[in-house]
């Protein structure tokens, strides 16, 4: 049986997917807030990437392993709060990656990996101190490789202005 038109705009809404960088920045929420509100609005889900650094390398692999598993409960930890949070907006849990490397490179391997991302979804700094070594990157010499739009939210909008654009 053929879908129709309306209901291929539906899945299409149901699907797509806002990606928000889960750092340690204070614009995060902004970016997190901006996607949640899109997708509760129009339609789709968030996922949340958090990327850990690797653990140092140390003389004692239990030690480097003990550190990774640190890290990597810390980034559940705080995941699992964000999705709280998310689930409050949007309805519906989010979905989580954890990954481990440099932040610029594991996010362009997860655009490039995952095809239901539809949207990226950062925030820049509310004060003048620049875009953000990430916003730099993608905008720059990795905008190639950005394979969906990209969504740069002013960091110094508050909730109303927020509710607002989206």
Known sequence: MAETAAEKAATAKRDRVFLVVVDDSAEREIALRYACLRARNGGGR??????????????????????????????????????????????????????????????????????RISILVLASAATGSGPGPLITALTGRYASRVRVPMTIVPGGLDDKELERVT
Do not use: F
């Open 46 to 115: 968030v996922l949340l990437l958090r990327v850990i650094e690797p653990a140092p390398m140390t003389e004692w692999a239990g030690v480097g392993a003990m550190m990774a598993e640190e890290k990597r409960e810390e980034a559940e930890k705080l995941l699992s709060g964000l999705g709280a949070q998310v689930q409050e907006i949007t309805g519906s849990l989010p979905i989580v990656e954890i990954r481990e490397g440099e932040p610029r490179d594991e996010l362009l391997a997860l655009l490039e990996a995952d095809p």
